[in-house]
């Protein structure tokens, strides 16, 4: 099945930094890359994602790279605010077994 | 536009009971994912339901099971608890069918077992 893996576990940050959170994942068919942010309490919040037609994707301080060939993607925070302090978790959808598999979580903390 | 919600929020049981947790999807959401969220394992699936009828199952014994009733509701039952049957129980639900739609998550059921 698919397996996915998710580094650092803990990020710190200074207010304004830029944050990377890099996945890998095993299955070649593959092709759905959610991201989630998890807030103390909440259920994990669906952030952004990406198809495997695509590279790269953004939505205001957030993106997201793909590479197919190497099978990793990536999510990049740019001038990160403490609000963006959660754990934040990847994910790739195999089109053989049908369901999202997760990675294990990257908690980041923005230092004000 | 309400988001997903699940009830309860906390629920203790002992070993040995069997408990049913409700979920609520977002108007208009036909697809319903059920998660296991522990310490130790992470974010798991458990099914799928969609149109009543449950279109996968992740690798978990069959003490777990589920239904889904014609407005998309959803409930996950789980028989004869086990310890570690102790965590956070996550309902997702989508528009489409299929965990490669965009799914938004309730804030769970929290399932402790004594």
């Known amino acids: 099945g698919e397996n996915v893996e998710q580094h650092p576990s803990t990020l710190s940050v200074q207010e304004g930094d830029s944050a990377v959170i890099k996945c890998t994942y095993s299955?070649?068919?593959?092709?759905?890359f959610p991201w989630y942010k998890q807030e103390l309490g909440k259920g994990p919040q669906l952030i952004i994602d990406?198809?495997?037609?695509?590279g790269e994707k953004k939505d205001q301080r957030i993106a997201v790279t793909l590479n197919k060939t190497a099978k990793h993607f990536s999510l990049h925070i740019t001038e990160t605010q403490p609000e963006d302090s959660a754990v934040y978790f990847c994910a790739a959808f195999s089109g053989s077994a049908r369901q999202l598999t997760f990675g294990s979580g990257t908690q980041l903390t923005v230092l004000p | 536009k309400a988001g997903v919600t699940q009830t309860p929020r906390y629920l203790i049981k002992t070993r040995g009971q069997q408990v049913t947790l409700s979920c609520s999807p977002i108007?208009?959401?036909?697809?319903v994912s059920w998660y296991q969220q522990t310490p130790g394992q992470g974010l798991q699936f458990l099914f799928e339901y969609f149109s009543e009828t449950q279109r996968n199952k992740g690798n978990f014994p069959g003490r777990f099971s589920g239904r889904q009733f014609s407005n998309s509701r959803s409930e996950m039952n789980v028989s004869t608890l086990e310890l570690g049957d102790s965590a956070l129980y996550l309902c997702?639900?989508?528009?489409?069918?299929?965990?490669?739609?965009?799914?938004?998550f309730g804030d769970g059921t929290r399932l402790s077992i004594l």
């Open positions: 299955d070649s068919a593959s092709n759905y």
């Open positions: 997702a639900s989508s528009l489409g069918r299929g965990p490669d739609q965009p799914q938004h």
């Open positions: 108007s208009g959401h036909r697809s």
């Open positions: 990406i198809r495997s037609n695509v």
